[in-house]
């Protein structure tokens, strides 16, 4: 197996969860994320004998995948392997085309890298008075030039069946290019598929009375149409300075502006987010105003205006992140009628677009356990939407709306020998991932080892956790429950709000549970390994390559 070394620099962002002040440099040795199983794995497979769904077909009961130099050569019920062919028996199991997020940000780096402090000085930006200080614009950033391959976020996301996603920065109001990009490969340029496959907006604003424009949201959507107009404008001023520059003032040149004019005259999708009806109907205008081949994104209350999306063929992507009461909040203070409305039947969305003919695809929305994902997606199944829908808004769909049906979201010869096996449905909570393949590279979906001892304590309760970080206690809360089995689950609450629980078991006396915790971009994992003695716990907390003690009691105890 082939290491690599690797020089690690815990960045300010993880003291900003208050810790760790600063780390130093460390290195260690790791296999890539990219990194296939074996160190010289075959470049031809065959998958016999297996139940196969291809998306774009009728399932095949018991069919046979061969695979050669990275795409599906055969795909049949009555097909010959080839006699150089690496034979996987496919009895019992159950193949898919690889996941697809829509939309996301993974692979990217942090919202600052360097020493403490970085990000504060990344956000001291000078004050916006107005459109021509493009305020909140990288348009020009391209997610494929960005791409980090050791983030972890890729290899977790493969484990559970995906193989492709839709990458671009979500910071400011024209944050970037999006790339399309599959989840494996040594280098940046083994996972770009294709970029751009179009270009972000947001609407929040960024200025305020004190901070500068735009201030309001229609200060955004005045900056919106104003850039795209000085994009236009630009474009149309270059051109006759080109033709004859001698004799003319030469124009200012705004790296900004050449992006913008490549997406209205490129037609490249222009993704503009919107939650609820009324911010739908108003992106659907602004796509209008800007002239632009737009993508709608959030669309919870979708299903108020599924008919409007349908006349106008503008597809959506699904946010599967259904809004929740926030954990934080009074649990006495009453909610609007409409938003308890909206939190009811937002599950119910994706069956109204299908229904109204809409093309639309799931995206992860910042959900930081990927078993989520498809557990959400279950719900829109539970609320009307017919499963193959389900499973189209997770493959081909996605790859239609981004331009890359040719070659991805379906399993078809010729296409990319992006799978995802497994030994029951998909969409069924105890249905395990056995194994993926991207660009026909095979990655087992190794699970996590857990002792296998009878616990002999129970961790159900609330515990205050104290972190003995280097610059003084660091104090949190956790809110445990443990099944019968060990099994672990819950939250932690610190001072960047409440991370739930990804993995966790009670062995013995003996505990382990691990948060995700999103910052930017970016989602570190916290490992809470320890013991437990009357109603107290020790152990230490790892943050990649740093680990700090912690201690916990539980605050109603005798």
Not at 117 to 122: F, K, L, P, S
Not at 406 to 424: F, Q, Y
Request: hydrophobic residues 40%.
């Amino acid at each position: 197996m082939r290491l690599r070394r690797r020089s690690l620099f815990v960045v300010s962002w993880i003291a900003a969860l208050g810790l760790l002040p600063a780390l130093n440099w460390a290195q260690q040795s790791t296999k890539g994320s990219g990194q296939a199983d074996t160190p010289n794995p075959p470049r031809r497979y065959a998958i016999r004998g297996a139940r196969i769904v291809p998306v774009s077909g009728p399932v095949i009961e018991n069919g046979t995948i061969v695979l050669a130099n990275g795409v599906i050569t055969a795909v049949g019920a009555n097909i010959t392997v080839p006699p150089e062919a690496w034979v996987i028996e496919g009895k019992g199991l159950t193949v898919y085309p690889g996941l697809i997020d829509a939309l996301t940000t993974i692979g990217l780096p942090a919202p600052a890298e360097g020493p403490p402090g970085a990000q504060q000085a990344q956000q001291r930006v000078p004050r916006s008075e107005g459109a021509f200080d493009r305020p909140g614009t990288t348009s020009w950033e391209n997610a494929a030039d960005q791409i980090k391959t050791d983030d972890k976020r890729i290899e977790n996301w493969r484990k559970h069946g995906f193989t492709s996603a839709v990458t671009v920065s979500d910071r400011g109001l024209i944050p970037g290019q999006a790339a399309f990009i599959n989840l494996a490969g040594e280098r940046t340029n083994d996972m770009i598929v294709r970029t751009p496959v179009g270009l972000r907006l947001n609407l929040r604003a960024t200025g305020g009375f004190f901070t500068g424009y735009p201030g309001s949201l229609m200060g955004v959507l005045a900056y919106h149409k104003q850039v795209f107009a000085d994009a236009e404008w630009s474009d149309k001023v270059w051109a006759m300075y080109s033709a004859n520059p001698k004799g003319m003032e030469r124009p200012a040149y705004d790296r900004s502006l050449p992006p913008l004019h490549s997406a209205v005259v490129n037609r490249w999708p222009v993704l503009i987010p919107a939650t609820w009806a009324k911010e739908i109907q108003r992106a659907l205008q602004l796509c209008q105003d800007l002239n632009v081949n737009a993508i709608i994104f959030g669309a919870h209350q979708g299903y108020a205006v599924a008919d409007a999306l349908a006349a106008r063929r503008v597809p959506v992507l699904v946010s599967l992140k259904w809004p929740e009461r926030e954990r934080e909040g009074d649990p006495d203070a009453e909610e609007p009628l409409r938003v308890l409305r909206m939190r009811a039947r937002a599950p119910s969305t994706p069956a109204a677009l299908q229904k109204a003919g809409v093309k639309f695809a799931f995206y992860s929305d910042g959900i930081a356990n990927p078993k989520d994902v498809l557990k959400n997606a279950k719900k829109a199944i539970d609320a009307g939407l017919p499963a193959d829908a389900a499973l189209r808004a997770l493959t081909l769909n996605a790859a239609e709306i981004f331009g890359v049906a040719d070659r991805l979201g379906s399993v078809e010869p010729g296409k990319i020998a992006n799978l995802v096996v497994t030994d029951g449905d998909l969409f069924e909570e105890k249905t395990k991932v056995k194994m993926v393949f991207v660009d026909g590279r095979k990655f087992e979906a190794h699970e996590p080892g857990r002792p296998q001892e009878k616990p002999v304590i129970n961790l159900t309760g609330k515990w205050k956790l104290t972190i003995n970080a280097p610059q003084g206690p660091e104090e949190r809360t956790a809110d445990l429950t443990m099944a019968e089995d060990g099994t672990l689950s819950g939250s932690v609450t610190g001072p960047r709000g409440t991370a739930s629980i990804t993995s966790g078991w009670v062995s013995g006396n003996k505990f382990s549970f691990t948060v995700s915790i999103t910052m930017g971009p970016r989602t570190l994992e916290a490992t809470y390994n320890g013991t437990m003695e009357g109603n107290k716990m020790t152990g230490s907390v790892s943050f990649g390559p740093a680990t700090i003690d912690f201690t916990g009691t539980r605050p109603d105890a005798n």
